[in-house]
């Protein structure tokens, strides 16, 4: 079992940037890792991945303004979100996948205001 803890969450003008962290208690090197993200009455979607070789991918809404991370050394991962929109706010999730298994984090609330 591996607990995942999310942290840089919060109020942001539309334009600027927030950087979130997700630390894992145990090694994450084998897994893929991801940030997901829930808007009010939305489904949950992925917003970017990074496998385990380090090849990311990205939901087209967020391309080329966030960019996953991660440092197996630390057992994190980040996600620097730049030129955010309000469209933006959403609790935002990591999750670590490795084959059928997956742990999720209790989200952090990002709010992008115009």
């Known amino acids: 079992q591996v607990q995942l803890v999310e942290s840089g969450g919060g109020l942001v003008q539309a334009g600027g940037s927030l950087r979130l962290s997700c630390a894992a208690s145990s090694s994450i090197f084998r897994y893929s890792m991801n940030w997901y993200r829930q808007a009010p009455g939305k489904d949950r979607e992925l917003v970017a991945g990074i496998s385990a070789i380090g090849t990311t991918n990205y939901v087209d809404s967020v391309k080329g303004r966030f960019t996953i991370s991660r440092d197996n050394a630390k057992n994190t991962i980040t996600l620097q979100m730049n030129s955010l929109k309000p469209e933006d706010t959403a609790v935002y999730y990591c999750?670590?996948?490795?084959?059928?298994?997956?742990?999720w984090g209790q989200g952090t609330q990002v709010t992008v205001s115009s």
């Open positions: 999750n670590g996948k490795f084959f059928s298994s997956q742990w």
